[in-house]
């Protein structure tokens, strides 16, 4: 399973866009980017997912350009509820927690949002 | 609420006690996963079922940890003699394959503590 490395923290001010890179070096062929949003005591939110060049939903926006070893997930006009930790995932959606591997989370990036 | 469910919120318990947590996962989801997760990590993998049947257990689960999904339904998680290490939240996800895509998606999560 392709390890991630992302910025442990960022701050932004309300209304800021923000964009947070993950870096994916070993990437694999099948593997997917996923990203989930987690507030303090609940469980993380799905975000986005995709495989290549760009994602939008009602949320965020992915980034993912051609060489697929990093990522950016991109949160237009951010606002205070926007402040929680975001990890970004890397894998084979197909084994997620089979032999060839598991939902592996690191230690995700803590986005503070000022007023 | 057609989310994730689990129960309890909360269980506080004395070292040496056995514990059980039950997740109910979203109706028509088959895979059924269980993590856990200390403050200022992210959620580690423990075990996942595919209906009925458990098919990855991780190291971290120790012979102390059990998980059933009976039926295929609900799922529930014990752990015999507590010890003060085993304090943490104990997240549990749903997903439902769907050729190449799968998507977790998280229950609130137990927050044990053991004294």
């Known amino acids: 399973l392709a390890k991630t490395t992302q910025p442990i923290s960022m701050d932004s001010y309300e209304g800021q866009e923000v964009n947070i890179t993950c870096s994916h070096n070993n990437i694999a062929t099948n593997d997917y980017i996923t990203w989930y949003q987690q507030f303090p005591s609940q469980g993380p939110r799905f975000i986005i997912q995709g495989y290549k060049t760009k994602v939008t939903n009602e949320v965020a926006s992915l980034f993912i350009p051609a060489d697929r070893k990093s990522s950016t997930l991109s949160l237009p006009r951010v606002s205070l509820s926007d402040t929680a930790v975001y990890y970004c995932?890397?894998?084979?959606?197909?084994?997620?927690?089979?032999?060839?591997?598991?939902?592996?989370f690191g230690k995700g990036t803590k986005l503070s949002v000022k007023p | 609420d057609t989310g994730v469910s689990q129960n309890p919120r909360h269980k506080i318990t004395k070292r040496g006690q056995n514990v059980t947590f039950r997740c109910d996962p979203i109706?028509?989801?088959?895979?059924l996963y269980w993590y856990r997760q200390t403050l200022g990590q992210g959620p580690e993998f423990l075990t996942y079922?595919?209906?009925?049947?458990?098919?990855?257990k991780s190291r971290l689960l120790s012979d102390r940890f059990s998980a059933e999904r009976p039926k295929g339904s609900f799922s529930t998680l014990e752990i015999q003699r507590t010890e003060q290490g085993d304090s943490a939240m104990y997240l549990c996800?749903?997903?439902?394959?769907?050729?190449?895509?799968?998507?977790?998606?998280f229950g609130p999560g137990t927050r044990l503590l053991v004294l």
């Open positions: 109706s028509e989801h088959n895979r």
């Open positions: 995932l890397v894998g084979d959606l197909g084994n997620y927690g089979g032999s060839q591997g598991n939902l592996i």
């Open positions: 079922f595919q209906n009925e049947a458990q098919l990855e």
């Open positions: 996800a749903s997903s439902l394959r769907q050729g190449a895509w799968e998507t977790q998606y």
